[in-house]
T-cell receptor, first 112, second 116 residues
Framework: EDKVVQSPLSLVVHEGDTVTLNCSYE??????LLWYKQEKKAPTFLFML????IEKKSGRLSSILDKKELFSILNITATQTGDSAVYLC????????????FGQGTRLTINP | NAGVTQTPKFRILKIGQSMTLQCTQDMNHNYMYWYRQDPGMGLKLIYY???????DKGEVPNGYNVSRSTTEDFPLRLELAAPSQTSVYFC???????????????FGPGTRLTVT
């Protein structure tokens, strides 16, 4: 059975801290790994990673994939209260249909 | 563009009742998906469609049915509601293949369903 596991499940930090969120996976046909941010309602797309060792960056957020060790990390530097959200990791398992298997999410709370 | 819209926003059903969750997208996306999200959990794929007339099961299809008669609409049907179907339901769409290519699934705002 395909599985995606995120850690920690919950994290509380102070504004300005740097955080690292983890995502490990065991799937039979890996195609890509995606990160989403979920605030009150629908998830919004952050990154898609397909190759090991290539860092994707968007402002204070960055992510990298290790296909040998089957994990990805999402880093957020200089955190702000607006970064408070659930961060979801998902793995695409079948080419051509973008079927996603999601992890359970990491709930990140940034205190001022 | 409105993007992906879902109706209703909230619904309470009694055990054994039926209902249809509506999903419409106006981005001419070929792929559409239905997910459910239980409290404190990630999303699980119920059904997906790669184009009008073509649907397939995801991880958790039992108790649900779908149809895709047009590119825009992808309704999800619950025939005999059970308490285990209490969840938030998200519809999503994306465009894969051809001249337009996107990795991003665009999500609707969700429908919160309670079955009592």
């Amino acid at each position: 059975e395909d599985k995606v596991v995120q850690s920690p499940l919950s994290l509380v930090v102070h504004e300005g801290d740097t955080v690292t969120l983890n995502c490990s996976y065991e799937v039979t046909n890996f195609r890509s790994l995606l990160w989403y941010k979920q605030e009150k309602k629908a998830p919004t797309f952050l990154f898609m990673l397909t190759s090991s060792g290539i860092e994707k960056k968007s402002g204070r957020l960055s992510s990298i994939l290790d296909k040998k060790e089957l994990f990805s990390i999402l880093n957020i530097t200089a955190t702000q209260t607006g970064d408070s959200a659930v961060y979801l990791c998902a793995v695409e398992t079948i080419q051509g249909a973008q079927k996603l298997v999601f992890g359970q999410g990491t709930r990140l709370t940034i205190n001022p | 563009n409105a993007g992906v819209t879902q109706t209703p926003k909230f619904r309470i059903l009694k055990i054994g009742q039926s209902m249809t969750l509506q999903c419409t997208q106006d981005m001419n996306h070929n792929y559409m998906y239905w997910y459910r999200q239980d409290p404190g959990m990630g999303l699980k794929l119920i059904y997906y469609s790669v184009g009008a007339g073509i649907t397939d099961k995801g991880e958790v299809p039992n108790g649900y049915n779908v149809s895709r008669s047009t590119t825009e609409d992808f309704p999800l049907r619950l025939e005999l509601a059970a308490p285990s179907q209490t969840s938030v339901y998200f519809c999503a769409s994306t465009n894969l293949g051809g001249g337009k290519f996107s990795y991003e699934q665009y999500f609707g705002p969700g429908t919160r369903l309670t079955v009592t």
